[in-house]
């Protein structure tokens, strides 16, 4: 009898490990986002005991329902997607989560995205080209403003030599939204190839590039600062800007240095740069959240320095925004405002909403813009 027993434990354990194992071989072969040649894509979620599974993506007006197979994988294939970088998750029985089979993730606080890359016929600006690359490294600095140890993200361009001292570059100081971490220009915004790609063809100078965590109030893992300002000013002129200029061959005049930032990182911009152009030469807000209101209360507070010192610094004052972005109106009114006050600048405005797909064609054309 306990022989007989013990067989049957024997064969209940296989059986076990084959469910196991047929389980993550099922894993293993799912393929999603799958982009296919007319650009529809495919995406699919293992979640046999769901039932109901929807896709969010950026390219969709509304979440498109997904349906299940025997195996318990749901899919569904969209309509041709136009060329783009998209954010995308799935909505699993009212949860929000992210695709275990695609390793790009979109760095965020609080959602926690996917991204999908759909081609078009010629390489977009982030393609990865047979160009020379530059370097994006990991630092982190010891705050004594926040009393934190913050991280940042730096790209170094094509050639740079940290022990050559007779070169050294301009930086620009790039800011990320909201909710967004220092790794979203890099990992969603794709700074590091664009900047590749424009430097190899000769249309961007050749440039140090650090990305701070701007949030002052959330630290690196993650705990709140209680008390800590949501501008950035402070941090970024006592801490981001020593560390840079004391471990980077960077040039330290205003006319080498640069800020833009998208936005919350936009109206961080431009506290920090209209509020120091003695610091800050190139600014450039993408839809900063701001408004008209806010820039007369800035200059009578003194968080922006006077029209006269602007026009008399700055080289450029470049605003983007999408026209279907909620912050669109606030950046109307701070253009009217600058053409008030006879401040020179330069605009763009694009369709779209308050995308990071808008934030790459943005960072294309300053880039090229900046340092000349």
């Known amino acids: 009898m306990k022989r007989i027993n013990l067989l049957l434990i024997c064969c209940l354990v296989c059986q076990l490990f084959f469910a ?29 005991e769901a039932t109901k599974a929807e896709l969010s993506a950026q390219f969709l007006k509304e979440n498109l329902p997904m349906t299940k197979d025997e195996n318990g994988v749901w899919s569904v294939t969209t309509p041709p997607v136009a060329p783009d970088l998209y954010p995308y998750n799935f909505i699993i029985d009212q949860v929000t989560v992210n695709d275990p089979n695609n390793v790009l993730i979109f760095p965020n606080e609080k959602f926690k995205g996917s991204l999908v890359d759909v081609h078009g016929d010629t390489p977009p600006i982030y393609a990865v080209q047979d160009v020379p690359h530059g370097k994006i490294s990991y630092r982190f600095y010891t705050s004594k403003t926040l009393n934190d140890t913050r991280p940042l993200v730096v790209y170094t361009p094509p050639g740079y030599d940290p022990n050559d001292k007779s070169k050294s570059y301009p930086v620009l100081y790039l800011i990320h939204g909201a909710t967004d971490t220092h790794e979203t220009w890099f990992k969603v915004g794709r700074v590091n190839f664009i900047l590749d790609n424009l430097i190899a063809q000769g249309k961007a100078e050749p440039m140090i590039i650090v990305i701070p965590y701007a949030n002052p109030r959330m630290t690196y893992t993650g705990k709140n600062i209680e008390g800590s300002p949501v501008d950035f000013t402070d941090e970024l002129i006592k801490e981001v800007i020593p560390y840079t200029e004391k471990n980077y061959r960077v040039r330290t005049d205003a006319d080498s240095r640069a800020i833009a930032g998208f936005s919350r990182g936009g109206s961080q911009t431009l506290n920090a740069g209209l509020g120091h152009p003695e610091l800050f030469h190139y600014i450039c807000p993408m839809a900063p959240a701001v408004n008209a209101q806010r820039v007369d209360e800035s200059f009578k507070n003194g968080t922006y320095a006077s029209v006269d010192v602007l026009k008399s610094n700055l080289k450029l004052l470049w605003l983007g925004c999408g026209t279907e972005d909620f912050l669109y109106e606030g950046a109307v009114g701070f253009a009217a405002k600058m053409d008030d006050l006879g401040v020179p600048y330069e605009k763009k405005y694009t369709p779209g909403g308050h995308t990071w797909m808008n934030c790459r064609i943005y960072l294309y054309e300053i880039a090229q813009k900046l340092f000349k």
């Open 20 to 48: 196991i194992d047929a389980q993550a071989q099922m894993r293993r072969q799912i393929v999603s986002p799958e982009v296919h040649k007319d650009r529809t894509v495919t995406f699919r979620y293992n979640a046999p």
